[in-house]
């Protein structure tokens, strides 16, 4: 099944790729509804430019029409219709002939990455510039350069979708990512297609016990529009929450924990990733770079985690034109979609068992247990023995697994065949 | 003194050691009529047959009469009366002639243990069969053989035996041991011996803080009467348990903790082991198998610990005929006393004690400081200083000892004096 | 700075050394009284002989006039005039001529150290004695020798000296150090010079948030008056005491925890160690050897500390003529004064921040974030980012610090310039 999904995913991310997304405009409209499509019930909010949004403001709307660099002689240098990554974001707009000189403090590059063009913003200053490979600076020659740069920075909206998958319960999983970036693959989109497939693996679940909030909203302010509306009941419901970034390549997994650590998110996490992703990194909440900057701020404190491979800024594509298509991959989205969907998984099962009888329970006469008492017998029935001396009502099953040193999932089937047998019971929530 | 006391122990367990006990019958009964000889005030109890004990029944008592296998020629191939592991325990009657084939599903051996019989029991299911080495097994040839075990299964009792030994207040100790295997030496004599020396020493002892619960009784089913019975008192009474098995071969310490460790049993043992044992192991309670299963069971959660030699499980004698008189030694029962004495000795001295002066009481004018100060006479005065500092009335003698880096019984010699010297007082229960 | 300090602390070590110091007398008075020309407001307190402090009585005053032994010849073989060391402290007076083996159980020397004078006090009990190098004990001739030590043993004062520095709040630093050995330089003058210094530099500040208790008396039974005489006051107001002892010298820092350690008096201390003196020791509480053994007793439970180099009792020079004022250094005293003074002042600012936006605040329109989102643009503001993450009204600002790897000092400047921004208040204390 991961394989599938593996390639479902890339396929969507080539799709969404080449879009030109940015904070706000177009180019997010037409992501969110690409993804309307593979998600039934995926909701697309907006909230007008100039809202107070707790400490910030909802920025004009960008539009970009066209932006390009000619030469005198009329040869397009630059376009962003080559790669969006041509532009600063957020450019205000500008037609003017200026010359190498004059033009230089708008170009941006990077002479230790000479073949990258770098992706630069400018959100909250006004200011236009493009961006180019430093190599391809440094065959410009004196002279007039035309710079066109066609776009409105206009009050607007800023918009965002959500898709709620309602469970047995009102406890919430939160799942968020961002699609606020233009052509970058493993910063932008392998967040939005592993949300996208473990949407839709719930969506497909006979049952939920749990409720999913699942949000595809620009970075920050996406995170920060939420917060604003929803603080008191995300704090209220929100039982752990993950913050889906840089998941498409093949590097081993890396791991963002909350702010203080301890979380269900940090426990389910560090579950799996110690089992299923052997040689897995941890980070330093102090080197975090996403949305949990704002999830897991003071007086906000949501159980918010990050399960990442290449992690944002510690690899040399990141934020360059360079974090193309061909750094992520099938495999490695489907890895990180089969991490997580375990992390799921766990969470749902994640309540509390207690055994219902005083000592152990017979079970032999369950059927459990050999009737035949010989030197191994008592190993065969060994996992079943631990599982029952730890279902004390203070262990939920993350907690029991992890005693006893077996998978919570096996863990659980387990603690069922012992529900079934009468002599253990599910604590209520 | 532990050298006297091992060798009574030793010829206690070698005029036990032959008698064939089992879960119920004469051979249990035996075996605590021997044992009362020893410990005078020992009370043997008996319960029926068919009682529910928490989730468990009672099972039929058993008796043994005879049992062995002939061939065509009338030669006894195996016959219990050799070794009374012989059986299966808890074997139905059979009086039957069968050809090898049909022998061959009711006979037991180890292939990977050729010369050992293996110990093997059925008590909850109607089953026979004989136990034989595996070389004597390979000799069997085809033909006819007599199958004859003359036992009954009938309502009956199951018996236990019990010594309390009461002290100064109602806190106790509890001391458990099990007398339901047959001729097996560190996985059955070890324990009632050791146990028998303890309470020898006890009961001989001029006065005792703690009062002492001391039972002798099958395992598993015998803890699970002691609960259903008592487990309020236990519980409310027990201040540290220990169940003695496998504890007279000469190997190294093995501690099993509680279940979730941290009880004043836990303590003690540690604190002495470590002193004392040094290279003992400390087991994980997920490899229990003693009546700890049942003491420590949730909702159950008695300070219950054992401190073996060669553990249950984990030495190739285990459960066969090769756990003999040999396999045991009187110095491994006598160092298993030295560290069970030194463990009680430090429960009976531990109580709190705290400096009833501020700051440091003038040690000089009580004869306990040096009166001329030089460069080492600090030095010389480093434990009484050091009681002094930790007998905060927070820190028992246990862990006044472990905060100063000294003996338990070393810190208990300090804190006397001090008591005499009128600088300290020991804190009310 | 710390240089000029340094010089000025070696000089008046080298004013003070030749003193002829004890637990009373004119020593004391007149060491006080060079200290207090130092420190105006420095207060000189005395309490009657013959009065009882918690579990002591205050000693009788010993003056001593001079001391010498003299041979048949009339030569000085040993004068108090050349060192103070060579009389027992609190000799009882004597006039009399004995042959040289009724003189020897009043000669103490150090055989392991024949080059130095042993430094031996008989405060609690009538004595008389000399002490001299083992070299020239050796030299000693039998004949008669003429013993004088012209002292007197009187109902008179004990005197300590105190000088209080007031803040903006009650709560209060304590600094405490002693005066009570003759002629040594590490363990006797570094620690009144280093306190005398911090005063100074303290009592200059323009303002202080925090009253420091300065104390400068005789060790031991200096510190059980301060206890018998303020113990609610200190008990109610000390957030952080340290003992001033052995600073002097150029050894690494020896740190001398609290007696059970956590205090804020420990955090602070650790901290600054870590970051400021890379290298240095901790020893255990169990080894404390100065005023904390008052100051930590149990029922006492003062946050008091020490930070020393060479520790008393662990260096061959303790406690003889050879810790002279060669010993130490005014770098080494320097050193001393620097880390302290770093440890006062992050107890000066150890205040609690706490945000007051929710989510992360805005930086760029308050010109702390760059407004141009380059790939590097994130690490510029990485302090600031975490300073606010942890800023929760539950990290005191060492702890803030702790957290984000930062020193304390540098994390305060950061949350000063984001309070100055309006997005971090201050806790009330």
Chains 1, 2, 3 share one sequence.
């Not at 107070?52 to 390009?68: C, G, N, Q």
């Not at 319960?169 to 990512?177: A, G």
Request: hydrophobic content about 40%; glycine content about 8%.
């Amino acid at each position: 099944m991961e394989t599938d999904t593996g390639r479902d995913m890339y396929r969507w991310a080539s799709d969404l790729f080449p879009i030109a997304r940015s904070l706000t405009g177009p180019g997010v409209r037409e992501t969110l509804s690409y993804l309307g499509g593979l998600m039934p019930g995926l909701t697309v909010h907006s909230i007008a430019s100039g809202t107070k949004v707790l400490d910030w403001i909802v920025p004009d709307e960008w539009t970009l029409r066209s932006a390009y660099l000619e030469d005198e002689k009329g040869r397009r240098i630059i376009d962003v219709a080559n790669n969006n990554l041509h532009v600063v974001g957020y450019s205000e707009p500008v037609d003017a002939w200026l010359s190498l000189d004059e033009l230089q403090p708008n170009l941006h590059s990077l002479p230790a990455q000479p073949t990258a063009i770098p992706y630069i913003t400018s959100y909250y200053q006004r200011r236009w510039g493009f961006c180019l490979s430093h190599a391809q600076r440094q065959t410009l020659q004196p002279g007039r350069y035309h710079a066109v740069i066609d776009s409105s920075l206009e009050p607007g909206v800023l918009n965002w979708a959500e898709l709620i998958l309602p469970g047995q319960t009102e406890q919430e999983v939160l799942l968020s990512t961002y699609i606020c970036h233009p052509s970058m693959a493993n910063n932008e989109m392998s967040g939005p297609v592993l949300v996208t497939a473990l949407a839709r693996w719930l969506a497909a679940l006979p049952q939920r016990r749990l409720t999913y909030r699942i949000l595809f909203h620009p970075e920050t302010i996406g995170a920060l529009v939420q917060l604003s509306r929803n603080l008191e009941a995300l704090r209220e419901k929100t039982i752990a929450g993950f913050v889906a970034t840089c998941c498409g390549d093949d590097a081993a997994f890396t791991f963002m924990p909350s702010r203080l650590g301890g979380t269900l998110a940090d426990r389910v996490a560090t579950h799996v990733l110690t089992r299923h992703a052997p040689g897995y990194a941890t980070a330093s909440f102090l080197h975090r770079g996403s949305d949990e900057r704002q999830y897991c701020s003071p007086g906000v404190d949501l159980p918010v985690v990050s399960i990442m491979r290449s992690m944002y800024g510690r690899y040399p594509q990141y934020h360059t034109s360079l974090d193309d298509l061909s750094f992520i991959s099938p495999d490695g989205l489907a890895g990180s979609f089969a991490i997580m969907r375990r992390c799921i998984g766990i969470l749902e099962a994640n309540v509390t068992f207690r055994t219902t009888v005083l000592g152990e329970p017979q079970l032999g006469r369950r059927g459990l247990y050999p009737t035949l008492s010989t030197k191994e017998s008592a190993a065969t029935v060994h996992d079943i023995l631990n599982v029952l001396a730890y279902a004390d009502g203070q262990h939920d099953l993350i907690a029991l697994a992890e005693r006893i040193g077996l998978d919570a999932l096996a863990c659980e089937a387990i603690a069922r065949k012992l529900v079934d047998a009468g002599v253990m019971e599910i604590l209520p929530d």
